[in-house]
């Protein structure tokens, strides 16, 4: 089975500030990793992945990522958060060895807000 | 591309009723998924398809619900009869095959509540 935390409902920072939202994964097998963004009313965009290769994966808006296999976490950071990134984020896992199973788990959410 | 067409985009009805969602995935992808999300739940799977070939449906809550692929521009998910806890927002997705197939694209969704 497979499965992702975000262990946080919510996550505030100021704007300009660095900011980090967490996420763990349970896999079977070697982990593909992905964070997706929700806007109000909207649908879930997609903002980076992680198959293989550099632990550190650069994404959309100034967004990344690192993979850490020992603790089995996937955290997007930001150096310097704008106002306009308060939305939901979305940490999502599939087994990269499950062949053709493409199911993808998603988390369930954290939302976050950048005060001005 | 005009993306991911959902719709209706609200759909209000009363218990018992049918309710039909339409999905029009992007032209050229392999992959078409429908979820559903709701506070309590978060964000569901209920059932994907490749290349208009249910996969895995082992989502899908029980026989009220069914989804279909006639072709491969075009799915619906149907529930027969509705129930107040279906109320959810249903999100469908696409994306195309290999590496890319979880970099799935949303449609805006279709936001039901059932009376």
């Known amino acids: 089975a497979q499965s992702v935390a975000q262990p946080e409902d919510q996550v505030n920072v100021a704007e300009g500030n660095p900011l980090t939202v967490k996420c763990t994964y349970s896999v079977s097998g070697n982990p593909y990793l992905f964070w997706y963004v929700q806007y109000p009313n909207r649908g879930l965009q997609f903002l980076l992945k992680?198959?293989?290769?550099?632990?550190l994966v650069k994404g959309s808006y100034g967004f990344e990522a690192e993979f850490n296999k020992s603790q089995t976490s996937f955290h997007l950071k930001k150096p310097s958060a704008l106002v306009s990134d308060s939305a939901l984020y979305f940490c999502a896992v599939r087994d990269g060895g499950g062949g053709s199973n493409y199911k993808l788990t998603f988390g369930k959410g954290t939302l976050l807000t950048v005060n001005p | 591309d005009a993306g991911v067409i959902q719709s209706p985009r609200h759909e209000v009805t009363e218990m018992g009723q049918e309710v039909t969602l339409r999905c029009k995935p992007i032209s050229g992808h392999d992959y078409l998924f429908w979820y559903r999300q709701t506070m309590m739940r978060g964000l569901e799977l209920l059932i994907y398809?490749?290349?208009?070939?249910?996969?895995?449906d082992s989502g899908m809550p029980e026989d009220r619900f069914s989804a279909k692929m006639p072709n491969a521009s075009f799915s619906t998910l149907k529930i027969q009869p509705s129930e107040p806890r279906d109320s959810a927002v249903y999100f469908c997705?696409?994306?195309?095959?290999?590496?890319?197939?979880?970099?799935?694209?949303f449609g805006a969704g279709s936001r039901l509540t059932v009376l």
């Open positions: 997705a696409s994306s195309s095959a290999g590496a890319g197939a979880n970099v799935l694209t």
């Open positions: 992680y198959i293989t290769g550099d632990n």
């Open positions: 398809f490749n290349n208009n070939v249910p996969i895995d």
